[in-house]
C-alpha cells in the first residue's frame, strides 16, 4: 500500500512539474502594448497577429481593443482568422479580402449560401486566391461604424491615416462619425501621404484655446486645444519642435500621451503637444471631453483625430508659437 501511494504522489509531482499552456484566443490590449510586443507575447510573428485582425502589420493598437491570437498553426498554414461582424455576409467577407466565395465557403466547410452570424470566427485564405491559381484583385474595403468607435480608433486599427480616412470619405469634421456610417477604408498604397517639410508653423493661442497650422501664409487648419490649467501655465515664446514620439509616457502623472511633440523642457519634464491622454493603470480617457478647456499640466492638447494630423506633418526643427 505504501509502495501504491507513493507511486501515486510521484505521479502527481510530476503531473505538477510540467507546464501547462492554457492557449488565449482573445487578448485584451493594455498600456503600453504594441502589436509586436503582443506578438512577442505569445509566440507567433506580428505579420500573423496582424493578419489574423485584419490590421496592417504597423498599426497602433489602443487600450481595451480585443485581439484575436491565432495558434502556431493558424500563424504558419497560411490562413487568418476573421471574426464575423453585425452586417456581414459571406459574399461581402470573400470580397473583402480578394477570394473567391467557392473557396471561403470550402476552407469552412460551408456553402456558398451559408448564413454567419457576428462573433463567428472563419479562416480566410491570406494568399488571395481566387481556387484557380490566378490573384484576386483586393476588393475595396468598407467598415462599418460600431458604438464607441472614433475616426482615430479606425485608422489606427487599419494601419492608415488618419486624414486619409477622412479624405477617402470626404468627411468635412472627422469629430462626427456615427454607428451605422459606411467608412471606405484607403489601401496604404493609395492613401494621400502626410504633406510635411519646410515652411510650416503651429501657432497656439492661450487665450482663445485655439491653433492653427499654417504653411507659409496659407492655412491648413484650425482647430480647438487645450493649455496649462491654473498652476501649471503653458509658456509663452517661438520653440522648436524636438521630439516626435508616438506614444509618450508621463511618469510625473502616471500617463501616456499619444501623438507627442515636444517643444520645451520645463525644469525635468518636457512640454509638448499631444492627444487625449490615459491613465496608465485604468486606460481610462483623461479630459475627455475637455478640448477648448485649460486643463492641462501646461501641455498643449488637440482631439486624437488633430493630434494625428499634425503628428504626421510635423518634423523636428518645426517652429511652434505660442501667444497669449
Known sequence: MRRTLTGILGAVILLLAVPVVVW???????????????????????????????????????????????SAQEAADGFSTYIVRRGDTLTGIAQRFGVSLAELARVNGLSTTSYVYVGQRLRVPTGGSNGQGDTARPARRVYTVQAGDTLSAIAARFGVSVRALAEANNLRDPS???????????????????????????????????????????????????????????????????SKIPVAYGSAWNIYMPYWLGIYWAGS???????????????????????????????????????SILFEMAYIGMPVIIRP
Open 24 to 70: 488565449a484566443h482573445e487578448y485584451v490590449v493594455q498600456p503600453g502594448d504594441t502589436l509586436w510586443g503582443i506578438a512577442q507575447r505569445f509566440g507567433i510573428s506580428r505579420h500573423a497577429l496582424a493578419r489574423a485582425n485584419d490590421l496592417s502589420p504597423d498599426a497602433l493598437v489602443y487600450v481595451g481593443q480585443r485581439l484575436y491570437i491565432p
Open 176 to 242: 462626427r462619425i456615427y454607428v451605422g456610417q459606411r467608412l471606405v477604408i484607403p489601401s496604404q498604397a493609395s492613401a494621400p501621404g502626410p504633406v510635411a517639410g519646410e515652411g510650416l508653423q503651429f501657432i497656439v493661442s492661450v487665450s482663445r484655446q485655439t491653433c492653427w497650422l499654417y504653411r507659409g501664409r496659407q492655412l491648413l487648419y484650425t482647430w480647438r486645444c487645450s493649455t496649462g490649467r491654473p498652476g501649471y501655465p503653458t509658456r509663452y515664446g517661438t520653440f522648436r519642435i524636438q
Open 269 to 307: 519634464t518636457e512640454n509638448g503637444i499631444h492627444g487625449l491622454p490615459w491613465d496608465a493603470d485604468t486606460g481610462a480617457k483623461v479630459w475627455e471631453g475637455l478640448v477648448g478647456q485649460p486643463v492641462t499640466f501646461g501641455c498643449i492638447m488637440l482631439e486624437d483625430w488633430a493630434a
